[in-house]
Nanobody, 124 residues
Framework: QVQLVESGGGLVQAGGSLRLSCAAS????????MGWFRQAPGKEREFVAA????????DYIDSVKGRFTISRANAKITVALQMNSLKPEDTGAYYC?????????????????WGQGTQVTVSS
């Protein structure tokens, strides 16, 4: 079993930055691919970014490329999402997810473990 706890959300003005963190516990963290998803009010949860088990491969949704960076520190059992140049359309609840194995999954159904989410609100 893997437990995920997100932190770092908040209210920020457009153009600002936030850094989200996801702390993992349970099984061997380094064996898991990790992802970030977000869900805006009234919308479906969508893929944002993912990183493979050793941190050498990443993937992003087009709308955040060049602004967001996903990283992981296996020794600290954390994965982070650095978000720069934030826009109002980035507003939503952000969720950390994990799945055992290789690759950088983009689909919700590929992930087995989820955190409770942290709210990000970007004001215009």
């Amino acid at each position: 079993q893997v437990q995920l706890v997100e932190s770092g959300g908040g209210l920020v003005q457009a153009g600002g930055s936030l850094r989200l963190s996801c702390a993992a516990s349970g099984r061997t963290f380094s064996s898991f691919a990790m992802g970030w998803f977000r869900q805006a009010p009234g919308k479906e949860r969508e893929f944002v970014a993912a990183i493979n088990w050793n941190g050498r491969d990443t993937d992003y949704i087009d709308s955040v490329k060049g602004r967001f960076t996903i990283s992981r520190a296996n020794a600290k059992i954390t994965v982070a999402l650095q978000m720069n140049s934030l826009k109002p359309e980035d507003t939503g609840a952000y969720y950390c997810a994990a799945v055992y194995g290789t690759g950088v999954p983009r689909e919700l159904q590929e992930y087995d473990y989820w955190g409770q989410g942290t709210q990000v609100t970007v004001s215009s």
